[in-house]
């Protein structure tokens, strides 16, 4: 197994503020236990460290998984332009962050790192949030039910999602 960024293998303990629950948006999500402040480091995002050409085989993998009727969550995180993070791991606590059109956090890349930072104050209860920021060219495989005022209905990156709202409004695919 290649070496994992950020962490070491085993289950990775979850920080003092956050908590593990049931999601209203997808599976299981994390959640403030306390109140998380602006700016704060809340959780960093670990996996296995992988080339962009092993990031196509298991996103191909995962396809061929969701087409016969299993798991199509991505965990799959762009690092840099020539590795990728696998947080599909028990030791990444942070793979259950769920994706948010209006998110609470964003995630932070640097020194081969990625960290998953408050956007504002986080009241205890809410659920933490941040923009995948996918790419708009597989929009239609990613429905978002975020449930937020400004959802454009697909996970795509925060720059594209007027040109979802444009495509749906028109009727195009
Ligand atoms: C990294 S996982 C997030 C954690 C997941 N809820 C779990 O229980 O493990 C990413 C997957 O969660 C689902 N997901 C995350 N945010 C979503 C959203 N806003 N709307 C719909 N599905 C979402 C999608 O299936 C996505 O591929
Ligand atoms: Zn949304």
């Given at each position: 197994?290649?070496?994992?960024?950020?962490?070491?293998?085993?289950?990775?303990?979850?920080?003092?503020?956050?908590?593990?629950?049931?999601?209203?948006?997808?599976?299981?999500?994390?959640?403030?236990?306390?109140?998380?402040?602006?700016?704060?480091r809340?959780?960093?995002?670990?996996?296995?460290?992988?080339?962009?050409?092993?990031?196509?085989?298991?996103?191909?993998?995962?396809?061929?998984?969701?087409?016969?009727?299993?798991?199509?969550?991505?965990?799959?995180?762009?690092?840099?332009?020539?590795?990728?993070?696998?947080?599909?791991?028990?030791?990444?606590?942070?793979?259950?962050?769920?994706?948010?059109?209006?998110?609470?956090?964003?995630?932070?890349?640097?020194?081969?790192?990625?960290w998953?930072v408050?956007?504002?104050?986080?009241?205890?209860?809410?659920?933490?949030?941040?923009?995948?920021?996918?790419?708009?060219?597989?929009?239609?495989?990613?429905?978002?039910?975020?449930?937020?005022?400004?959802?454009?209905?697909?996970?795509?990156?925060?720059?594209?999602?007027?040109?979802?709202?444009?495509?749906?409004?028109?009727?195009?695919?």
């Amino acid at each position: 197994m290649r070496r994992a960024a950020g962490g070491k293998a085993g289950r990775a303990k979850l920080p003092a503020a956050v908590r593990l629950g049931r999601s209203g948006v997808h599976g299981h999500g994390l959640f403030a236990r306390d109140l998380i402040p602006q700016g704060e480091r809340v959780i960093e995002y670990v996996g296995e460290r992988i080339t962009k050409a092993e990031a196509v085989r298991r996103e191909d993998r995962r396809l061929a998984r969701l087409a016969a009727g299993g798991d199509g969550c991505v965990y799959v995180f762009e690092l840099n332009q020539r590795h990728d993070l696998d947080g599909a791991v028990p030791w990444n606590p942070a793979r259950r962050i769920n994706h948010s059109c209006a998110p609470n956090c964003e995630a932070q890349r640097g020194r081969g790192r990625i960290w998953i930072v408050a956007r504002r104050d986080i009241a205890p209860g809410e659920e933490l949030t941040y923009d995948y920021g996918f790419d708009l060219a597989e929009w239609r495989d990613h429905p978002c039910r975020c449930g937020a005022e400004q959802c454009a209905g697909y996970i795509v990156n925060g720059g594209q999602r007027w040109r979802v709202r444009r495509r749906l409004a028109a009727g195009r695919k």
